[in-house]
């Protein structure tokens, strides 16, 4: 059997900006991928902690230094610049390895920068 695991998370960025006339998708500055570990067109969940808005899209990669977070496409109607928004990725793992799994989490501050990282999430709540 395999389980669905959160395998990265970025918490508490910031959106930059929203392009409705983009074809889709998240663009995440690839510094910020690389310290996760989520890579160009993975499959991630959206959470609009402004709004509740919940969705789904993939990722490209932005301007490595840029602190961006741009929602492309019909996306772009569920965020507005300066919405914090949780971007979640997972992975399938085999029984036997979702008690080693150790996922990466990078808490941001407001100018989208990584201020702590996580090698799980603790029980309490993350400011």
């Known amino acids: 059997m395999f389980r669905t695991l959160m ?15 983009y074809v889709g998708s998240i663009t995440i500055d690839e510094d910020i991928l690389d310290a ?11 959470v609009n902690n402004n709004n509740g808005a919940r969705f789904e899209t993939y990722i490209i ?3 490595r230094g ?3 977070f741009c929602l492309n496409g019909a996306a772009a ?3 507005q610049p300066g919405d914090v928004i ?13 008690h080693s ?3 990466k989490v990078a808490v941001m501050n407001e100018e989208n920068e990584i201020v702590e990282m996580l090698g799980t999430e603790p029980a309490g709540t993350i400011k």
């Open 7 to 21: 395998n990265a998370k970025i918490h508490r960025a910031r959106v930059t900006e929203s392009n409705l006339n």
């Open 36 to 46: 996760v570990g989520m890579v160009a067109n993975e499959k991630v969940h959206i």
């Open 61 to 63: 990669p932005g301007k």
């Open 66 to 68: 840029g602190k961006e």
């Open 77 to 79: 109607r569920l965020v």
């Open 86 to 98: 949780i971007v979640i990725s997972y992975c399938m793992l085999p029984e036997e390895k979702i």
């Open 101 to 103: 799994h150790k996922p």
